[in-house]
């Protein structure tokens, strides 16, 4: 079997965009392995408009930018294989895959890029009282079956969940003629971005109720009726509370996961609050020549910082195998810690040796905030703190840090991200 520099996993947005970066940085022994028959990953069943406005300038649908994407790997002649399941990532970074085609291969590499993506929250994993009848989707299938195979799941909906994709398939039943009851969100703020709850919801009078989650789902042999009521603040059910709605589908909305399993197999360190791997500021993980991007890091908000995120992937993945193999436990390295309000950061670690001029430092929130603000501190010292009119979960936030502002705190050891009332 041929042998490549670099061999991304993934031909989403991630596993693209790192492609293109490392073939424009000068590598020219690149293979992307894909799962699906077709590039593009679930791009490619996000027929609604609003991507591409700070990659492109311009407000694309989701197929529009997987193949902006798509038409530079055919141009720059970047090689790919479709069908093809990644099954073991070695330590010493050889890819075993197989399709019909190949059967079984190992493909040895210099280094591989993590870009799986991510998956719905299976419903097993959620606490919902009540039958498992048919009519009960995640909302990401029910995008595929109306997008991709021209199938409507059911005419009258509920919804649990508050994500993007929930949000988006709210608004996209309904232009199909559906009615969609109710989105109920279990927290006291919505999961997704607040410009898809106006355009989504608000738009077509879909009502949303925070703090409420299902309680009982009817119907033996496929859906009937869903009941919610609200919770209090142990999320807990709240008698008396209940509402009834008659339908004949509950789409689930209940959050995503960074695909992980061929991380974890292969020994890379796992965030416990992402579930994603820990990264440096090159986006390494602690295996050596391994990187990772995109959504299998962090479920991002916005595909247009999946793409960022992966370019820089896809440039440190050249620039390592150029430099050679370099032991990360041996490098000084700074530490970013998340704390007060702030979940996590990514990356997590800084070598200052290898950062870039400007590093975007991204982080989410854990609550709602209004009128706080975001602070920064080396070590002691507090060197950064914006005001945000208002920041929730489901929104990324960032910062962005200077090497010459390092560089000026000598022996600094510690980076503290929080969130301040003043």
Do not use: W
Not at 41 to 48: D, E, K, V
Not at 143 to 156: A, D, K, T
Not at 300 to 323: C, P
């Amino acid at each position: 079997m041929k042998t490549y520099d670099i061999v991304i996993v993934g031909g989403g947005p991630a596993g693209l965009a790192a492609a293109v970066a490392a073939k424009e940085a000068g590598n020219d022994s690149i293979l992307i392995l894909e799962r699906d028959h077709e590039l593009g990953g679930i791009l490619n069943q996000c027929i609604h408009n609003g991507f591409g406005l700070h990659t492109f300038k311009e407000e694309l649908t989701g197929p529009e930018y997987a193949y902006r994407f798509i038409k530079q790997v055919l141009d720059l002649g970047i090689e790919y294989k479709l069908n093809t399941m990644v099954m073991d990532i070695a330590p010493d970074k050889t890819v075993t895959a197989m399709n019909r085609e190949d059967g079984m291969f190992t493909i040895p590499a210099k280094a591989v890029i993590l870009a799986m993506g991510c998956r719905e929250r299976p419903r097993g994993a959620l606490n919902i009282p009540g039958y498992r009848p048919a009519g009960i989707f995640s909302a990401g299938t029910a995008q595929r079956l109306v997008n991709i195979e021209g199938y409507m799941p059911g005419r009258e909906v509920v919804i649990l969940g508050s994500g993007d994709i929930g949000l988006i398939m709210a608004r996209r039943m309904t232009l199909e003629g559906a009615k969609v009851k109710v989105v109920a969100e279990l927290m006291p703020y919505s999961g997704g971005l607040k410009r898809n709850i106006v355009q989504c919801l608000d738009d077509y009078g879909i009502p949303l109720k925070l703090s409420h989650t299902v309680v009982d789902i009817e119907g033996k042999d496929h859906v009937t009726a869903v009941t919610i009521a609200k919770v209090g603040p142990d999320r807990k059910p709240i008698p008396g509370t209940e509402i009834r709605y008659t339908c004949d589908t509950l789409l689930l909305s209940c959050g995503l996961i960074p695909e992980n399993e061929l991380s974890r197999s292969a020994g890379v360190k796992m965030s416990p609050v992402t579930s994603g791997p820990v990264v440096n500021e090159s986006l390494e993980t602690n295996i050596p020549g391994v990187f990772a991007c995109g959504n299998v890091l962090h479920v991002h908000d916005l595909v247009d910082y999946v793409s960022e995120e992966a370019k820089r992937a896809g440039e440190n993945a050249v620039k390592y195998i150029n430099e050679g193999c370099r032991d990360s436990e041996n490098q000084d390295f700074i530490e970013i810690a998340a704390t007060d309000g702030a979940r996590y950061t990514v990356p997590s670690s800084i070598n200052l040796d290898r950062m870039s001029d400007l590093l975007t430092v991204r982080f989410r929130v854990g609550d709602v905030y209004k009128d706080s603000f975001v602070s920064v501190y080396f070590d002691d010292e507090r060197i950064l703190h914006n005001q945000k009119r208002i920041m929730a979960p489901g929104e990324m936030e960032q910062i962005i840090l200077k090497k010459s502002q390092l560089k000026e705190h000598e022996g600094l050891k510690k980076i503290t991200v929080k969130i301040e009332a003043e």
